[in-house]
């Protein structure tokens, strides 16, 4: 006996959004792609991200770093048939270099439609690439339970209403010894730090839309200490990885310092499902 939900097929790919959710995640939608239009993100050459063809450019510089982190982990060859969900895909460029280093990869996002949404990464899927995309919200992921090798959350992790259920969730879809990486997620280690940055950005929003933010709630970010516990509450263990600092890392902070302001820390935090054995 089916549940009685008709899932839909937007854009030709599959829709598992709940109607109930359906309303207020086109209007975060409609909010989130207003700011980032506005910001100027655009995506030329999804194949060439994120060292080209993505703007704006000192956003990509950013990534990249963190990105060389990833490879490192991921890229070793995988044992056939693993399964890597890329949760908050946005265009799918990194689930689509998840596909090239072996695994089965699927990105899952809210946002469909292109340029910025799963559909924006349909030259991927043209030019032979094979992974698979699912609409849906990471506050509820449509998978069964151990199912799972990898798990990316990359500079998605704060837009969950609950980033502890998220990380419970995970361990949840992770096979025994699976892993989790979290990257790109903007950490903080003092909750005045944390705070100082969301009035900054709720500004910046509010010029590049012309009108108060109604979803400011959810560009947001973590403490560590509650990210720390999560994790540990989860039962994954864990090591933080430092991206090499470039130029442009080390005039940040110091700008930062400067001004008496934390800055973000964005540290690649690989975790793996405890199975008794140790992570390496
Ligand atoms: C900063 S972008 C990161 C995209 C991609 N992971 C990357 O590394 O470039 C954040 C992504 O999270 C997605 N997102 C926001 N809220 C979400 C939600 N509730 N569930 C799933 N994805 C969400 C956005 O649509 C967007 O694609």
């Known amino acids: 006996m089916g549940c009685g939900i008709e899932f839909r097929l937007t854009h030709g790919i599959p829709d598992m959004l709940l109607p109930t959710e359906r309303s207020e995640v086109e209007a975060f939608l409609t909010e989130y792609n207003a700011i980032r239009r506005a910001q100027g993100w655009e995506v030329t050459e999804l194949e060439k991200l994120p060292y080209e063809g993505g703007a704006p450019a000192a956003y990509w510089r950013f990534r990249r770093r963190s990105f060389e982190v990833i490879r490192e982990h991921c890229a070793v060859p995988p044992a056939p048939g693993s399964v890597a969900l890329d949760i ?38 043209r030019a032979g690439r094979a992974f698979n995309r699912v609409r849906a919200g990471i506050d509820r992921l449509p998978f069964d339970d151990a199912t799972a090798d990898l ?19 995970v361990q949840e879809i992770l096979r025994p010894g699976g892993r989790v990486i979290i ?9 005045k730090g944390g705070e100082s940055m969301s009035r900054r950005l709720y ?17 947001t970010y973590i403490l560590k200490q509650s990210l720390f516990r999560y994790l540990e509450d989860a039962g994954f263990e864990f090591k933080v990885v430092e991206p090499a600092p470039d130029l442009w890392w080390r005039f940040y902070v110091l700008r930062n310092r400067l001004a008496l302001r934390e800055p973000v820390w964005m540290p690649v935090i690989v975790a793996r499902k405890r199975d008794g054995g140790r992570l390496r």
């Open 88 to 125: 908050g895909a946005g265009v799918a460029w990194l689930t689509r270099w998840l596909a090239e280093w072996g695994y089965e990869a699927t990105a899952i996002d809210v946002n469909i439609a292109p340029p910025l949404g799963l559909s924006g990464g349909n030259p991927c899927i």
């Open 183 to 191: 990257a790109d997620t903007p950490i903080y280690r003092t909750l």
């Open 203 to 219: 500004r910046h929003h509010r010029r590049a839309l012309g009108r108060a933010p109604i979803y400011h709630e959810r560009f």
């Open 151 to 169: 798990v990316v959350l990359n500079a998605s992790l704060t837009y969950a209403r609950d980033p502890a259920g998220v990380i419970r969730r």
